[in-house]
Protein backbone atom coordinates (compact mmCIF):
# COMPACT_ATOMS: atom_id res chain seq x y z
CA UNK A 1 0.00 0.00 0.00
CA UNK A 2 0.76 3.44 -0.59
CA UNK A 3 0.59 6.47 2.01
CA UNK A 4 -0.42 9.83 1.53
CA UNK A 5 -0.79 12.22 4.59
CA UNK A 6 -3.14 14.97 4.86
CA UNK A 7 -2.66 17.90 7.11
CA UNK A 8 -4.31 21.26 7.89
CA UNK A 9 -3.08 24.65 8.51
CA UNK A 10 -3.92 28.04 9.59
CA UNK A 11 -7.45 29.16 10.71
CA UNK A 12 -9.88 26.77 10.65
CA UNK A 13 -12.86 27.22 7.71
CA UNK A 14 -15.47 25.21 6.85
CA UNK A 15 -15.55 22.83 4.87
CA UNK A 16 -12.14 21.37 6.11
CA UNK A 17 -13.74 18.32 6.88
CA UNK A 18 -16.00 17.55 3.71
CA UNK A 19 -12.15 17.71 1.56
CA UNK A 20 -10.64 15.52 4.17
CA UNK A 21 -13.23 13.28 3.61
CA UNK A 22 -13.21 13.51 0.09
CA UNK A 23 -9.42 12.33 0.05
CA UNK A 24 -10.40 9.17 2.11
CA UNK A 25 -13.14 7.99 0.37
CA UNK A 26 -11.48 8.84 -2.99
CA UNK A 27 -8.38 7.13 -2.13
CA UNK A 28 -10.38 3.90 -1.36
CA UNK A 29 -11.51 3.44 -4.45
CA UNK A 30 -8.22 2.82 -5.72
CA UNK A 31 -7.29 0.06 -3.16
CA UNK A 32 -3.48 1.01 -3.29
CA UNK A 33 -3.74 4.45 -1.11
CA UNK A 34 -4.17 4.75 2.78
CA UNK A 35 -4.54 8.54 3.99
CA UNK A 36 -2.97 9.33 7.24
CA UNK A 37 -3.91 12.50 9.06
CA UNK A 38 -0.99 14.60 10.88
CA UNK A 39 -2.81 16.04 14.14
CA UNK A 40 -2.86 20.09 14.13
CA UNK A 41 -0.99 21.07 10.84
CA UNK A 42 2.63 19.46 10.54
CA UNK A 43 2.88 19.54 14.62
CA UNK A 44 2.06 15.84 14.28
CA UNK A 45 5.11 15.01 12.41
CA UNK A 46 7.28 17.14 14.43
CA UNK A 47 5.96 16.15 17.64
CA UNK A 48 7.25 13.21 19.90
CA UNK A 49 5.54 11.04 20.10
CA UNK A 50 4.19 11.48 16.96
CA UNK A 51 0.60 12.47 16.03
CA UNK A 52 -0.42 10.81 13.06
CA UNK A 53 -3.66 9.11 12.93
CA UNK A 54 -4.89 6.91 10.27
CA UNK A 55 -7.70 8.03 8.08
CA UNK A 56 -10.43 5.60 7.38
CA UNK A 57 -14.32 5.42 6.28
CA UNK A 58 -14.97 5.00 10.28
CA UNK A 59 -13.59 8.39 10.82
CA UNK A 60 -14.58 10.53 7.91
CA UNK A 61 -18.30 9.32 8.45
CA UNK A 62 -21.08 11.89 7.93
CA UNK A 63 -17.72 14.42 8.46
CA UNK A 64 -18.67 16.55 5.24
CA UNK A 65 -21.56 18.58 7.45
CA UNK A 66 -18.93 19.65 10.61
CA UNK A 67 -17.18 22.39 10.89
CA UNK A 68 -13.41 22.56 12.37
CA UNK A 69 -11.28 19.98 11.52
CA UNK A 70 -11.05 16.48 12.58
CA UNK A 71 -7.17 16.66 12.37
CA UNK A 72 -7.18 20.36 14.11
CA UNK A 73 -5.25 22.74 13.37
CA UNK A 74 -2.79 25.90 14.19
CA UNK A 75 -1.50 28.81 12.09
CA UNK A 76 1.87 29.12 14.67
CA UNK A 77 5.40 27.82 13.98
CA UNK A 78 5.81 25.22 11.55
CA UNK A 79 8.17 22.81 9.95
CA UNK A 80 10.31 26.44 8.88
CA UNK A 81 10.07 28.18 12.22
CA UNK A 82 9.36 25.77 15.37
CA UNK A 83 9.61 27.54 18.28
CA UNK A 84 12.18 26.37 20.91
CA UNK A 85 12.55 28.12 24.12
CA UNK A 86 16.24 29.85 25.21
CA UNK A 87 17.95 29.30 28.23
CA UNK A 88 16.92 32.62 29.43
CA UNK A 89 13.09 31.95 28.73
CA UNK A 90 12.53 33.93 25.34
CA UNK A 91 11.62 32.06 22.17
CA UNK A 92 13.61 31.41 18.76
CA UNK A 93 12.52 29.18 15.86
CA UNK A 94 14.13 26.63 14.45
CA UNK A 95 14.09 24.81 10.53
CA UNK A 96 12.97 21.57 10.94
CA UNK A 97 11.91 20.84 7.35
CA UNK A 98 14.81 18.80 6.40
CA UNK A 99 14.00 16.47 9.90
CA UNK A 100 10.67 16.45 8.82
CA UNK A 101 11.09 15.57 4.98
CA UNK A 102 13.96 12.52 6.00
CA UNK A 103 11.04 11.01 8.44
CA UNK A 104 8.15 11.23 5.86
CA UNK A 105 10.11 9.29 3.60
CA UNK A 106 11.51 7.11 5.35
CA UNK A 107 8.14 6.12 6.79
CA UNK A 108 7.19 5.65 3.45
CA UNK A 109 4.91 8.27 2.59
CA UNK A 110 4.87 9.22 -1.09
CA UNK A 111 2.27 12.13 -1.11
CA UNK A 112 1.35 15.15 1.02
CA UNK A 113 -1.64 17.00 0.45
CA UNK A 114 -1.49 20.50 2.65
CA UNK A 115 -4.78 21.89 2.73
CA UNK A 116 -4.46 25.53 4.18
CA UNK A 117 -4.58 29.02 3.36
CA UNK A 118 -1.48 31.73 1.91
CA UNK A 119 1.11 30.54 4.73
CA UNK A 120 -0.10 26.95 4.35
CA UNK A 121 0.69 26.93 0.94
CA UNK A 122 3.79 29.06 0.96
CA UNK A 123 5.18 26.04 3.34
CA UNK A 124 3.81 23.17 0.48
CA UNK A 125 6.17 25.01 -1.74
CA UNK A 126 9.15 25.54 0.22
CA UNK A 127 8.65 21.96 0.97
CA UNK A 128 7.89 20.42 -2.42
CA UNK A 129 11.19 22.35 -3.79
CA UNK A 130 12.86 20.29 -1.33
CA UNK A 131 11.68 17.09 -2.61
CA UNK A 132 8.60 16.59 -0.88
CA UNK A 133 5.58 15.42 -2.94
CA UNK A 134 3.11 17.64 -1.98
CA UNK A 135 -0.15 19.05 -3.43
CA UNK A 136 -2.12 22.09 -1.78
CA UNK A 137 -5.19 22.62 -1.21
CA UNK A 138 -6.84 26.32 -1.33
CA UNK A 139 -8.52 27.22 1.99
CA UNK A 140 -9.62 30.12 4.06
CA UNK A 141 -12.80 32.72 4.32
CA UNK A 142 -10.61 35.47 2.98
CA UNK A 143 -11.15 34.45 -0.51
CA UNK A 144 -7.33 35.80 -0.53
CA UNK A 145 -5.46 33.05 -2.52
CA UNK A 146 -4.05 33.93 -6.15
CA UNK A 147 -5.27 31.68 -9.47
CA UNK A 148 -8.24 30.32 -7.81
CA UNK A 149 -11.62 32.13 -8.45
CA UNK A 150 -12.89 30.27 -4.68
CA UNK A 151 -11.80 29.17 -2.11
CA UNK A 152 -13.76 26.77 0.08
CA UNK A 153 -15.10 28.33 3.61
CA UNK A 154 -15.93 31.88 2.15
CA UNK A 155 -19.34 31.47 1.11
CA UNK A 156 -20.17 30.15 4.43
CA UNK A 157 -18.37 33.21 5.80
CA UNK A 158 -20.39 35.31 3.44
CA UNK A 159 -23.69 34.40 4.20
CA UNK A 160 -22.94 34.52 8.13
CA UNK A 161 -21.96 37.93 7.82
CA UNK A 162 -24.96 38.55 5.35
CA UNK A 163 -27.03 37.09 7.94
CA UNK A 164 -25.85 39.84 10.30
CA UNK A 165 -26.85 42.43 8.40
CA UNK A 166 -30.03 41.46 7.71
CA UNK A 167 -30.14 41.26 11.87
CA UNK A 168 -28.72 44.35 12.47
CA UNK A 169 -31.25 45.98 10.09
CA UNK A 170 -34.18 45.08 11.91
CA UNK A 171 -32.88 47.05 15.08
CA UNK A 172 -31.06 49.78 13.61
CA UNK A 173 -34.17 50.27 11.81
CA UNK A 174 -36.35 50.06 15.43
CA UNK A 175 -33.62 52.58 17.14
CA UNK A 176 -33.11 55.08 13.83
CA UNK A 177 -29.35 53.82 14.83
CA UNK A 178 -26.55 53.63 11.99
CA UNK A 179 -24.99 50.05 13.16
CA UNK A 180 -21.10 49.58 12.15
CA UNK A 181 -20.39 45.61 11.30
CA UNK A 182 -16.69 44.88 11.11
CA UNK A 183 -16.06 41.36 9.40
CA UNK A 184 -13.35 39.58 8.91
CA UNK A 185 -10.96 39.21 5.70
CA UNK A 186 -7.20 40.35 6.63
CA UNK A 187 -5.98 42.23 3.63
CA UNK A 188 -9.30 41.49 1.45
CA UNK A 189 -12.35 42.68 1.19
CA UNK A 190 -14.30 39.76 -0.17
CA UNK A 191 -16.28 39.09 2.91
CA UNK A 192 -17.29 42.80 3.36
CA UNK A 193 -18.02 43.59 -0.15
CA UNK A 194 -20.30 40.78 -0.69
CA UNK A 195 -22.41 40.74 2.38
CA UNK A 196 -22.39 44.58 1.98
CA UNK A 197 -24.19 43.78 -1.34
CA UNK A 198 -26.19 40.49 0.09
CA UNK A 199 -27.61 42.58 2.84
CA UNK A 200 -28.26 45.72 1.40
CA UNK A 201 -25.71 48.28 3.27
CA UNK A 202 -25.55 51.79 2.59
CA UNK A 203 -21.30 51.91 2.79
CA UNK A 204 -18.94 49.30 2.56
CA UNK A 205 -15.46 50.04 3.44
CA UNK A 206 -12.54 47.71 2.01
CA UNK A 207 -9.09 47.87 2.14
CA UNK A 208 -8.50 47.96 -1.58
CA UNK A 209 -10.33 51.25 -1.49
CA UNK A 210 -8.92 53.25 1.04
CA UNK A 211 -12.06 55.44 2.55
CA UNK A 212 -12.49 59.48 2.97
CA UNK A 213 -14.15 60.01 6.24
CA UNK A 214 -15.98 63.18 4.58
CA UNK A 215 -17.29 61.29 1.62
CA UNK A 216 -19.06 58.23 4.37
CA UNK A 217 -20.43 60.92 6.19
CA UNK A 218 -21.74 62.15 2.67
CA UNK A 219 -23.36 59.30 2.22
CA UNK A 220 -25.13 58.41 5.76
CA UNK A 221 -26.46 62.45 5.58
CA UNK A 222 -28.23 61.90 2.26
CA UNK A 223 -29.63 58.59 3.67
CA UNK A 224 -30.87 60.17 6.49
CA UNK A 225 -32.19 62.90 4.95
CA UNK A 226 -34.07 61.09 3.03
CA UNK A 227 -36.04 60.14 5.83
CA UNK A 228 -34.77 56.96 6.14
CA UNK A 229 -33.72 57.27 9.65
CA UNK A 230 -31.33 54.45 9.84
CA UNK A 231 -27.91 53.12 8.05
CA UNK A 232 -25.53 49.84 8.09
CA UNK A 233 -21.88 50.13 7.19
CA UNK A 234 -19.78 47.33 6.41
CA UNK A 235 -16.43 47.48 7.05
CA UNK A 236 -13.58 44.72 6.44
CA UNK A 237 -10.77 44.52 9.27
CA UNK A 238 -8.51 45.64 7.19
CA UNK A 239 -9.99 48.84 5.59
CA UNK A 240 -8.10 52.12 6.42
CA UNK A 241 -8.80 55.87 6.00
CA UNK A 242 -7.41 57.58 3.24
CA UNK A 243 -4.56 59.06 5.10
CA UNK A 244 -4.10 56.62 8.11
CA UNK A 245 -3.03 52.84 8.42
CA UNK A 246 -5.09 49.51 9.55
CA UNK A 247 -6.08 48.76 13.18
CA UNK A 248 -3.71 45.52 14.31
CA UNK A 249 -1.87 44.85 17.14
CA UNK A 250 1.56 42.41 17.77
CA UNK A 251 0.12 38.93 18.68
CA UNK A 252 2.02 37.91 22.28
CA UNK A 253 1.68 34.56 21.43
CA UNK A 254 4.13 32.27 20.78
CA UNK A 255 4.97 31.54 17.22
CA UNK A 256 2.01 33.52 16.00
CA UNK A 257 3.71 35.66 13.27
CA UNK A 258 0.86 37.40 12.06
CA UNK A 259 -0.50 41.13 13.26
CA UNK A 260 -3.94 40.79 14.91
CA UNK A 261 -6.29 43.02 12.98
CA UNK A 262 -9.42 44.39 14.44
CA UNK A 263 -10.98 47.28 15.89
CA UNK A 264 -11.66 49.17 12.96
CA UNK A 265 -15.60 49.93 13.75
CA UNK A 266 -14.84 51.65 16.34
CA UNK A 267 -12.20 53.76 15.13
CA UNK A 268 -14.57 54.61 12.13
CA UNK A 269 -17.52 55.43 14.90
CA UNK A 270 -15.21 58.02 16.40
CA UNK A 271 -14.21 59.18 13.06
CA UNK A 272 -17.95 59.79 12.22
CA UNK A 273 -18.63 61.66 15.60
CA UNK A 274 -15.58 64.04 15.16
CA UNK A 275 -16.68 64.61 11.59
CA UNK A 276 -20.15 65.85 12.40
CA UNK A 277 -22.36 62.53 12.56
CA UNK A 278 -25.43 63.12 15.03
CA UNK A 279 -27.25 60.13 14.91
CA UNK A 280 -26.82 57.03 17.66
CA UNK A 281 -23.99 54.61 16.03
CA UNK A 282 -23.41 51.33 17.41
CA UNK A 283 -20.45 48.94 16.53
CA UNK A 284 -20.30 45.22 16.06
CA UNK A 285 -17.10 42.83 15.47
CA UNK A 286 -18.57 39.40 14.05
CA UNK A 287 -15.19 37.78 14.62
CA UNK A 288 -14.83 33.99 14.44
CA UNK A 289 -18.17 33.54 14.31
CA UNK A 290 -17.87 33.85 10.61
CA UNK A 291 -15.76 30.78 10.51
CA UNK A 292 -17.81 28.76 13.27
CA UNK A 293 -20.55 26.06 12.82
CA UNK A 294 -21.22 24.21 9.45
CA UNK A 295 -20.30 24.60 5.96
CA UNK A 296 -23.37 25.25 3.59
CA UNK A 297 -24.08 23.52 0.64
CA UNK A 298 -21.87 25.60 -1.27
CA UNK A 299 -19.27 25.07 -0.18
CA UNK A 300 -19.34 21.35 0.75
CA UNK A 301 -19.75 20.66 -2.64
CA UNK A 302 -16.62 23.10 -3.63
CA UNK A 303 -14.28 21.28 -0.54
CA UNK A 304 -15.56 17.75 -1.87
CA UNK A 305 -14.24 18.85 -5.93
CA UNK A 306 -11.15 20.13 -3.73
CA UNK A 307 -10.96 16.51 -2.17
CA UNK A 308 -11.39 14.39 -4.82
CA UNK A 309 -9.12 16.34 -7.60
CA UNK A 310 -6.01 16.59 -4.93
CA UNK A 311 -6.25 12.60 -4.70
CA UNK A 312 -6.71 12.22 -8.16
CA UNK A 313 -3.56 14.08 -8.38
CA UNK A 314 -1.70 12.39 -5.94
CA UNK A 315 -2.58 9.07 -8.10
CA UNK A 316 -1.49 10.88 -10.88
CA UNK A 317 1.73 11.97 -9.75
CA UNK A 318 1.10 15.37 -10.40
CA UNK A 319 3.21 17.19 -7.60
CA UNK A 320 4.20 20.98 -6.52
CA UNK A 321 0.36 21.96 -7.67
CA UNK A 322 -2.26 23.79 -6.09
CA UNK A 323 -6.02 22.74 -6.63
CA UNK A 324 -7.74 25.71 -8.04
CA UNK A 325 -11.19 26.54 -8.67
CA UNK A 326 -10.64 28.57 -12.23
CA UNK A 327 -13.48 30.18 -14.75
CA UNK A 328 -15.91 27.50 -13.27
CA UNK A 329 -13.55 24.30 -13.78
CA UNK A 330 -11.54 22.38 -10.99
CA UNK A 331 -7.94 21.89 -12.59
CA UNK A 332 -4.60 22.72 -10.78
CA UNK A 333 -1.90 25.27 -10.92
CA UNK A 334 1.70 25.52 -9.89
CA UNK A 335 2.14 26.03 -5.98
CA UNK A 336 5.01 28.42 -7.53
CA UNK A 337 2.63 30.81 -9.03
CA UNK A 338 0.01 30.03 -6.47
CA UNK A 339 2.00 31.78 -3.73
CA UNK A 340 3.32 34.65 -5.86
CA UNK A 341 0.86 36.82 -4.98
CA UNK A 342 -2.93 37.23 -3.41
CA UNK A 343 -6.71 37.59 -4.68
CA UNK A 344 -7.75 41.09 -3.88
CA UNK A 345 -10.91 43.22 -4.92
CA UNK A 346 -10.26 44.69 -7.93
CA UNK A 347 -11.89 48.43 -7.75
CA UNK A 348 -12.47 48.41 -11.18
CA UNK A 349 -14.45 44.87 -11.04
CA UNK A 350 -18.32 44.59 -12.39
CA UNK A 351 -18.93 43.78 -8.51
CA UNK A 352 -17.81 47.07 -7.21
CA UNK A 353 -19.40 48.64 -10.20
CA UNK A 354 -22.68 46.65 -9.19
CA UNK A 355 -22.42 47.93 -5.32
CA UNK A 356 -22.24 51.50 -6.67
CA UNK A 357 -25.05 50.52 -9.33
CA UNK A 358 -27.21 50.13 -6.11
CA UNK A 359 -26.08 53.07 -3.99
CA UNK A 360 -23.31 51.54 -1.58
CA UNK A 361 -20.56 54.31 -0.92
CA UNK A 362 -17.03 52.57 -0.72
CA UNK A 363 -16.00 56.46 0.62
CA UNK A 364 -13.98 57.14 -2.24
O1 LIG B 1 -7.42 34.13 7.72
C1 LIG B 1 -8.62 33.83 8.35
C2 LIG B 1 -8.85 34.75 9.51
O2 LIG B 1 -10.09 34.43 10.09
C3 LIG B 1 -8.80 36.24 9.16
O3 LIG B 1 -9.95 36.69 8.51
C4 LIG B 1 -8.56 36.86 10.51
O4 LIG B 1 -7.93 38.11 10.44
C5 LIG B 1 -7.64 35.84 11.15
O5 LIG B 1 -7.84 34.61 10.48
C6 LIG B 1 -7.87 35.64 12.62
O6 LIG B 1 -6.91 34.79 13.08
P1 LIG B 1 -6.96 34.09 14.52
O7 LIG B 1 -7.93 32.96 14.44
O8 LIG B 1 -5.57 33.65 14.75
O9 LIG B 1 -7.43 35.13 15.48
Redesign the pocket.
Known sequence: MKKVLVSTGG?DCPGLNAVIRAIVKRAQRTQDWEVYGSMEAFNGVLRSPKEIIRLDDEKVAGIHAKGGTILQTT?KGGPFNWPVKKEDGSWTTEDRSDEMIDYLKREGFEAVINIG?DGSQEISYQLFEKGLNVIGVPK???NDLACTDYTFGFQTAVDIATDAVDKLVTTAESHHRLMILEV???GAGWIALHSAIGGGAEVCLIPEIPYDINKVLERLNSRYEAGKGFAIIVIA?GAKPKKGSVVARKSDETGYQNV??GGIANQLSDQLKKAGFDHDIREMVLG?LQ?GGIPIAYDRVLATQFGVKAMEMVINGEYGQMVSFLHHEITSVSLKRATEEHNFVDPQSFLVQTAKGVGISFGD
Open positions: GNGTIDMGRERLHR
